[in-house]
């Protein structure tokens, strides 16, 4: 689906397009949603591309997962509390962390190479895209470095994560937020449209922030806050 409606939607408007994946990589054993994942090797064609999860790319890079973990508990976010609510145990804390540090490692992709790409999709590996990007935002996100597009299906109480359409340097500072976020001792916090009031809105070392709880979705807009990134909705991706 992602070639379909992303990469052949870029091709047919003229772009050169390189598909990049990361992979976080379980223990053989580890489970995931109760199930052991099959794993496919990194195999080469003889053009030089990646055959990885029975899709092609063109550049494949992977960190095994406990040494992210070590890299988590290393750098003291282990100390970061999320008010999360009910729904959000420890083991779920855990993988969201899992998952900050997978937007981080593509972030660090993008910094290193922002000068080849007009432009960058950026689609977590639960996604399953339905129809056609707008080529009208790629554009857009081309020429203007103070957006970035998202889908709004399920916001939670900040911005729907996991899809991202922009300018690299509008990317890299969000996606980057887990290196800023969980060890700040001075986030903003005086701004009531976003928060109400000012006693709640430290981030790291068990201090709690936001008005009503705070979801992955509520930490994905502060790093849009932080970074005076506007955020605008895909075209077609809006919630119904």
């Known amino acids: 689906r992602q070639d379909l409606h992303i990469v052949q939607v870029l091709k047919d408007n003229g772009y050169q ?27 080469h064609d003889v053009d030089g591309r990646h055959r990885v999860f029975e899709h092609d790319c063109t550049i494949f890079e992977q ?21 999360f609510g009910s729904g959000y145990g420890q083991t779920t804390i855990q993988n969201a962390f899992r998952q900050l540090y997978s937007e981080y490692m ?3 992709f993008l910094r290193r190479h922002a000068s080849r790409y007009a ?3 950026v689609i977590s590996s639960d996604m399953l895209i339905a129809k056609n990007i707008s080529i009208y935002d790629v554009r857009e996100a081309e020429v203007n470095s103070s957006i970035t597009f998202t889908t709004s299906n399920s916001d939670g109480y900040g911005y729907t994560d996991g899809f991202y359409l922009g300018h690299p340097d509008a ?11 969980f060890n700040n001792e001075t986030l903003i916090c005086n ?10 809105c430290r981030i790291g070392n068990n201090k709690r922030y ?14 849009f806050i932080l970074n ?13």
């Open 171 to 181: 990317l890299v500072p969000i996606m980057e937020r887990l290196t800023y976020l």
């Open 119 to 121: 432009a960058a999709v």
């Open 63 to 83: 960190v095994m997962q406990v040494d992210a973990d070590q890299y988590i508990h290393t750098n003291s976010f282990k100390n970061a509390r999320f008010q």
């Open 210 to 223: 936001g008005p009503n709880g705070d979801d992955y979705e509520y930490v994905l807009k502060q790093g």
């Open 106 to 108: 593509v972030a660090t």
């Open 17 to 43: 397009v390189d598909e990049y994946v990361f992979d976080l990589v379980p223990p053989p054993d580890a489970l995931v949603d109760g199930l052991v994942l099959s794993r496919f090797f990194d195999v």
């Open 191 to 200: 701004n009531e449209t976003y928060l109400q009031g000012t006693s709640k």
């Open 228 to 240: 005076d990134i506007k955020r605008r909705i895909l075209h077609g991706f809006n919630r119904r």
